[in-house]
């Protein structure tokens, strides 16, 4: 490996734009971080998150070797042992587990704190199977939504980002894309110079993205689809929709045009705070503008009726013909076109008894202190539930019992480390050989070491590949490098998509884009093959088969729906623990209307208590218009700043959402008092 030089790379981070990436190296260590300008749709840009990447890399306070808890749970008392000292007393405890308690008793806890699919989803998801672990229902973020969206279009797939340089209308629905999908927003910009476009944005909070907006339109959470509906209404009763492709292409078009008559625009505006005459224009925007494209954000699918809304928003397109249109469409996500191979990937083939139980990771805090017979071991790695699973309160309860047996492998001691039993140091994606597969451009990206291994920390593959040799599992599974693992996901003939990319190809072009086709006059993954405007499978797993408006969940009697939602400066509660991050984001602030903020005799800086039945935080107000009357948005999640003050996933429901396990983070509802 080479000490100095400029490498290709790319961002592991949990966010769609997946960049291409330049990693500048000079004696052995990472001086500088920066975007790869060849790369086709990043083109050189990067977010300030990972501008200042190679501090975090760097960052003295890494794991760099194995750690045993001395003191109690969550003080952060360790001491150092060896990996054969730290091995032998996670495999020594489960063997003895196993026999007492039998293997459903051991629960991994993972998401995507790094996107590579071995790190996420590959020697972890084979180890745990063989082990005949508790599976894990990884529906934290976007499964909501994607099942809502699956019901209309049959699964993830929508336009070609790089197309929508052609739209004449932006629609960045219940997204902070300025934060979280930056390329996206540099398209739309784009179009807005070269083509006149106009951006709307649509969104309970005036966030970054709501201030650059051509128009910004404030809702009232959870009533999303109910504005989608509203459109149709006028859609259908202005005659802005297009018969020609509703008949070849979309089933239930005839039910939906009466089904809407019941949305007028009064009724929507009394449901979601916008106005009447907003209704009528924005509706008529966006019946009238060709190309038009719709960003479907993650947001209003963090509610009671997620799943809805998504599968709603996602009718529109069809309405107007607009799938048919280069750069008019929508994304929910575009992970279909670039799905591998998972069978060959994390062989469900080891995992002998198939009813093995699944626990859903939203209710993390229940399963540790309810569930019978009981998780009496977890095993933490790419996540930090105690700071970003919902109802934190009882997740961090959960995490304290003594007779839990917690492993947790991270770059940080955070706040879930605190925790453990045992600590493994992990290694950053930069040490690591991984491939990364974006889920809003078509483009799969090889990942090679670019440094050695900070301190003694190993990546998830190898910990994994460790912990099979302890546990005495000898399949020809636990043996693969990393490079047949990789060729053995890409090899999916059941993904047409993916003809002719290997690893062979990635490792000398370092990105591929995948070989995808419109998707009409093509036949969708749906029932009918169409567009299903109408759905029997919904009808028979119990939703409406229609689109349809769902009130929330009532939450208790409390004043404010409160919505907790990314900063700019953190990913989840990654970088919250790097002093830059925080110093450029300054401290989380709670936003607050005006009209609420008289009515209460708040003042702009004031610092509130903010609680409900679940938990309490503190946090500064910002009094303003960037929220609407009855509403409290805060964003980002803190951690390891000031206790337990910050942390607003105390606040947070762990109710699951109407569709896919999904989480319901922004359908609580809080009370606020002056301290
Ligand atoms: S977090 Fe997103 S925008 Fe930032 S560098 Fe990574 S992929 Fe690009």
Request: glycine share 10%; with cysteine.
């Amino acid at each position: 490996m080479n000490q100095n030089g400029i490498i290709k790379a790319v961002c592991p981070l949990d966010c769609p734009d997946q960049c291409g990436l330049l990693v500048h190296k000079k004696n052995g260590k990472i001086i500088k971080v920066a975007g790869d300008p060849d790369h086709p749709v990043t083109q050189g840009h990067i977010c300030n998150k990972v501008r200042h990447m190679a501090d975090r890399i760097n960052d003295e306070n890494r794991l760099k070797y194995p750690l045993k808890r001395v003191g109690p749970k969550g003080s952060g008392q360790f001491e150092r042992i060896t990996w054969g000292e730290a091995l032998e007393t996670i495999t020594a405890h489960w063997k003895n587990l196993i026999q007492t308690d039998g293997p459903e008793s051991i629960l991994p806890y993972s998401f995507y704190g790094n996107m590579g699919n071995l790190s996420a989803e590959g020697m972890d998801r084979r180890f745990f199977h063989r082990l005949g672990a508790s599976q894990l229902d990884r529906s934290i973020c976007s499964s909501a939504g994607s099942a809502g969206y699956k019901y209309t279009m049959g699964g993830s797939f929508g336009v070609d980002p790089e197309d929508t340089i052609h739209s004449k209308l932006f629609i960045f629905w219940g997204i902070n894309a300025v934060s979280t999908n930056m390329h996206q927003v540099a398209l739309a910009q784009k179009a807005r110079k070269q083509n006149g476009a106009k951006i709307i944005v649509i969104d309970v909070h005036r966030n970054q993205t709501g201030r650059l907006a051509d128009w910004f339109i404030p809702i009232l959470p959870g009533t999303d689809s109910a504005l989608a509906l509203g459109i149709m209404h006028i859609l259908f009763a202005e005659d802005l929709v297009a018969e020609d492709f509703l008949q070849k292409y979309t089933v239930g078009q005839e039910e939906l045009r009466e089904h809407v008559l019941q949305y007028d625009p009064s009724t929507v505006s009394g449901i979601t705070g916008v106005p009447v005459e907003d209704i009528y224009k924005l509706a008529r925007m966006y019946g009238k503008s060709s190309p038009s494209y719709i960003r479907i954000g993650n947001g209003p699918q963090h509610h009671d009726n997620g799943g809805m809304f998504v599968r709603t928003v996602a009718c529109l397109p069809a309405l107007t013909g607009q799938w048919l249109v280069k750069g008019g469409g929508a994304i929910k996500g575009n992970g279909g076109y670039l799905a591998h191979n998972e069978i060959r990937l994390q062989r469900p083939d080891l995992l002998k008894n198939k009813n093995t139980r699944i626990i859903n990771m939203n209710l993390l805090g229940d399963a540790l202190l309810t569930l019978d017979p009981p998780v009496k071991s977890l095993f933490v790695y790419g996540s930090n539930p105690a700071v970003v699973a919902p109802n934190g309160n009882k997740v961090r309860e959960g995490l304290a019992r003594e007779d839990l047996f917690t492993v947790v492998h991270d770059l940080f001691l955070t706040d879930t480390a605190k925790y453990a039993d045992i600590i493994l140091p992990a290694t950053s994606s930069f040490e690591n050989t991984d491939f990364y597969t974006s889920y809003w451009h078509h483009y799969i990206q090889l990942q090679q070491p670019v440094i050695e291994p900070f301190g003694e920390a190993k990546s998830n593959v190898e910990v994994f590949r460790l912990l099979a040799k302890g546990m005495g599992f000898d399949e020809q599974a636990f043996a693969e490098t990393e490079a047949e693992m990789i060729g053995a996901a890409l090899d999916h003939p059941r993904n047409p998509y993916l003809e002719g990319i290997d690893f062979e190809g990635l490792a000398e072009h370092h990105y591929l884009k995948a070989n995808v086709k419109p998707l009409f006059p093509g036949k969708l993954p749906t029932p009918s093959g169409k567009i299903e405007l109408y759905s029997e499978k919904m009808k028979a797993n119990g939703h409406p088969p229609l689109p349809t408006y769902i009130p929330l969940k009532e939450d208790g009697d409390f004043d404010y729906s409160f919505v907790p939602a990314p900063n700019h400066n953190f990913l989840n509660s990654t970088f919250s623990n790097n002093q830059k991050h925080t110093t450029l984001e300054k401290e989380p602030r709670l936003h607050m209307n005006v009209r609420d903020a008289v009515a209460e005799g708040i003042e702009d800086g004031t610092k509130v208590r903010v609680w409900n039945h679940r938990g309490e935080c503190v946090l500064k107000v910002s009094v303003g218009e960037n929220v609407l009357p009855g509403v409290l948005a805060t964003q980002g999640l803190w951690a390891n700043q000031k206790g337990t003050q910050q942390l607003v996933n105390s606040l947070t429901p762990d109710r699951i959402a109407d569709m896919g396990g999904g989480a319901t983070f922004f359908s609580g509802r809080v009370k606020v008092e002056k301290i």
